[in-house]
């Protein structure tokens, strides 16, 4: 089945220490991003990428990073630099719709948690 | 610039009763508006969408939500609440010729009490 898988489900971090998530789609979708969930403030765009070798940042960048060499591929790495990584990351692709409300499909997100 | 305002954070009903949730949006252009549904611990599913044509969209699950220009909303109604509809639903917005990168409302939990 078509889908995105978002690996590992859950995930703890120590002080200091750079962590990533995994999100692989299959959906042969060009765009994908990353969300982070944190309670009652909704979903807040951190990176997108609408083709491969090319991102852009999101209204939360500071203190993450991307890559984007395959089109199936989108880790997401949590840097140290950023001081409160404890959150619900969700990861979603799309067809790129450039005006024609194509649908955003997500992944099952992955929990980080600072120790 | 597009945004998007869901009220009320949480919402309660009985078991059967209506469903109401409520979206509110703006936009300088046309806008695609979304609902997505969230159960624990899971990713986002889309309940239905607006793009262009007829204003009242039906979606999964007996979900249904109309589109109203003049007061630019999108609330989302199922008449008769389920115990398996308590989950977190997200109301979004893109626009046509702008961003197609979403907005996303804050969310509203919805509580079914049977």
């Known amino acids: 089945d078509g889908g995105i898988t978002q690996s590992p489900k859950y995930l703890f971090r120590k002080e200091g220490q750079n962590v990533t998530l995994s999100c692989e789609q299959n959906?042969?979708?060009?765009?994908m991003y990353w969300y982070r969930q944190d309670p009652g403030q909704g979903l807040r765009l951190i990176y997108y990428?609408?083709?491969?070798?090319?991102?852009q940042k999101g209204d939360i960048a500071e203190g993450y990073s991307v890559s984007r060499e395959k089109k199936e591929s989108f880790p997401l790495t949590v840097t140290s630099a950023q001081k409160n990584p404890t959150a619900f990351y969700l990861c979603?692709?799309?067809?790129?719709?450039f005006g024609s409300g194509n649908t955003i499909y997500f992944g099952e997100g992955s929990w980080l948690t600072v120790v | 610039a597009q945004s998007v305002t869901q009220l009320g954070s949480h919402v309660s009903v009985s078991e059967g009763a209506l469903v109401l949730l409520r979206c509110n949006y703006s936009?300088?252009?046309?806008?695609?508006l979304f609902w997505y549904v969230q159960y624990p611990n899971q990713g986002l599913q889309l309940l239905l969408k607006?793009?262009?044509?007829?204003?009242l969209v039906k979606g999964i699950n007996g979900f249904e939500a109309e589109f109203k220009k003049s007061e630019t909303s999108f609330h989302l109604t199922k008449p008769s609440a389920h115990m398996s509809d308590a989950a977190e639903y997200f109301c979004?917005?893109?626009?046509?010729?702008?961003?197609?990168?979403?907005?996303f409302g804050r969310g509203t939990s919805l509580i079914v009490h049977p």
């Open positions: 979603a692709s799309s067809l790129p719709s």
């Open positions: 959906l042969n979708h060009d765009a």
């Open positions: 990428s609408q083709i491969v070798n090319d991102f």
């Open positions: 936009s300088s252009v046309p806008p695609y």
């Open positions: 607006y793009t262009t044509g007829a204003t």
């Open positions: 979004a917005v893109t626009s046509s010729g702008g961003s197609y990168i979403p907005t």
